[in-house]
């Protein structure tokens, strides 16, 4: 098992960043890749990024590529999504998630065997 805790969201204003958390506890977490995922009212779960359980390897949704970063510091089991120019397309719940299947999170999966609660972003314009 492994147990998924996000943090870092909140109110920022257009063309603002943000930077979200996930602390992973349970097993190896350097084992299992790691990716954000996020849902907006009314709209299907979208990926967002994924990052394999070395941080050796990641993958964007065309729709944040550039503007997002993610990343792992497998010392302290915490992934990262960095959050630049934000639009208020934006606003959404957040989800990290984790899977030991690494092409799930490497292939712009929605599935995966572990989530987070969530944390909500919200973008004014």
């Known amino acids: 098992q492994v147990q998924l805790v996000e943090s870092g969201g909140g109110l920022v204003q257009a063309g603002g960043s943000l930077r979200l958390s996930c602390v992973a506890s349970?097993?190896?977490?350097?084992?299992?890749?790691m990716a954000w995922l996020r849902q907006a009212p009314g709209k299907e779960r979208e990926f967002l990024a994924g990052?394999?359980?070395?941080?050796?390897?990641?993958s964007y949704a065309d729709s944040v590529k550039g503007r997002f970063t993610i990343s792992r510091d497998n010392g302290k089991s915490t992934v990262f999504l960095q959050m630049n120019s934000l639009k208020s397309e934006d606003t959404a719940v957040y989800y990290c998630?984790?899977?030991?299947?690494?092409?799930?999170?490497?292939?712009?999966?929605?599935?995966?065997?572990?989530w987070g609660q969530g944390t909500q972003v919200t973008v004014s314009s």
């Open positions: 990052i394999s359980g070395s941080g050796s390897w990641t």
């Open positions: 349970g097993r190896t977490v350097s084992s299992y890749a």
């Open positions: 998630a984790a899977d030991q299947i690494w092409g799930r999170a490497l292939g712009k999966g929605k599935n995966y065997a572990y």
